[in-house]
């Protein structure tokens, strides 16, 4: 594991990352390190008050957006409901929900104030966006946010609802707009069930880092 410098936003090559996937340590949340970091297939993931952590595991979990499940009981849900999709109109506020998902059982989360405003700067520059799910009465009850890796990965960073499956339509959203966009690969990161029943899946970091060159 490596020592990142103050100075220099470089980053060791992804290969050298441990069995767990961590790659290096220290530096600090500035918007040309994090540019950096996500064009080379790297992101943070560390708790508040310790020292920030650089990440690129192996496998990969990732979304092709034409392989994005949308199931029949989905299918009659999107059908049926009457909730409305928006790009960019929220992202504070999809931000900040992300947050208060991940602190429901605990008093901490990863997606603290530094990370936030770390974000949010990215978003200030064009670097991120969100999709927010609006329901009848104009709440914001689910979405999502993301970073734009390069002009062929985007890099879903995290989620939420307030209402059942909200986090689901935000999420196929996104693939739409990869599609759209022809973006051909969303990182997820790392696996989860939830992902998984999307319809994303792992594939070995090697495969993941050709869409970084």
């Not at 560390?46 to 020292?51: A, F, H, K, Q, W």
């Not at 790392?190 to 029943?197: N, R, W």
Request: aromatic share 12%.
């Amino acid at each position: 594991m490596f020592q990142l410098s103050s100075h220099n936003v470089d980053f060791p090559p992804v290969k050298l990352a441990n069995s767990e996937g961590l790659l290096a340590f220290g530096g600090d949340l500035s918007i040309k390190r994090l540019i950096e970091a996500y064009k080379n297939g790297i992101f943070p993931w560390y708790n508040e008050g310790d020292e920030i952590l650089w990440w690129a595991p192996d496998p990969r979990m990732v979304l092709f957006p034409e392989e994005v499940k949308v199931s029949k009981s989905m299918r009659a849900f999107i059908r049926k409901s009457h909730y409305r999709i928006t790009v960019n109109e929220a992202f504070e506020e999809v931000i900040k929900n992300c947050a208060n998902v991940h602190k429901k059982d605990t008093k901490h989360t990863w997606l603290h104030a530094e990370m936030q405003q770390a974000y949010i700067s990215l978003y200030n520059l064009g670097k991120a966006f969100s999709v927010e799910v609006w329901n009848e009465n104009s709440e914001l009850v689910g979405g999502l946010y993301v970073v734009k890796s390069n002009d062929r990965v985007w890099s879903g960073e995290s989620m939420f609802h307030k209402e059942s499956n909200t986090s689901k339509l935000a999420f196929i959203h996104l693939a739409k707009l990869a599609r759209e966009n022809n973006i051909q690969i969303i990182d997820c990161q790392l696996y989860t069930d939830h992902l998984a029943s999307l319809g994303a899946r792992e594939i070995p970091r090697i495969d993941f880092m050709q869409y970084f060159q």
